[in-house]
Nanobody
């Protein structure tokens, strides 16, 4: 099983940027597609972005398209989420997750990190 640890969250003003990292344990990281999800208080978990095993294919939720970029470094067992032009509505706990195949559905992911808080002030 792969264990995931997110980092990079914090407090930022609207319009600012953050880069989240998700470090994976184990030697099979490149065997998994990776996704980022987020959940705000009182709201359902929301898909943000996913990336294929090789990193050659990415997909974004409409709400973050053009502002967020997902990438991965399989040599470092790490997936990233670069977040630019942040808005107060981006405030959430952000989770990375792994699955055999890319999906926008959290239920299809097999393992999850513990989450990292992102707060965007207006």
């Amino acid at each position: 099983q792969v264990q995931l640890v997110e980092s990079g969250g914090g407090l930022v003003q609207a319009g600012g940027s953050l880069r989240l990292s998700c470090a994976a344990s184990g030697r099979t990281f490149s065997s998994y597609a990776m996704g980022w999800f987020r959940q705000a208080p009182g709201k359902e978990r929301e898909f943000v972005a996913h990336i294929s095993r090789s990193g050659g294919s990415t997909y974004y939720a409409d709400s973050v398209k053009g502002r967020f970029t997902i990438s991965r470094d399989n040599a470092k067992n790490t997936v990233y989420l670069q977040m630019n032009s942040l808005k107060p509505e981006d405030t959430s706990v952000y989770y990375c997750a792994g699955a055999l195949f890319v999906s926008v559905h959290g239920s299809e992911y097999d393992f999850w990190g513990q989450g990292t808080q992102v707060t965007v002030s207006s």
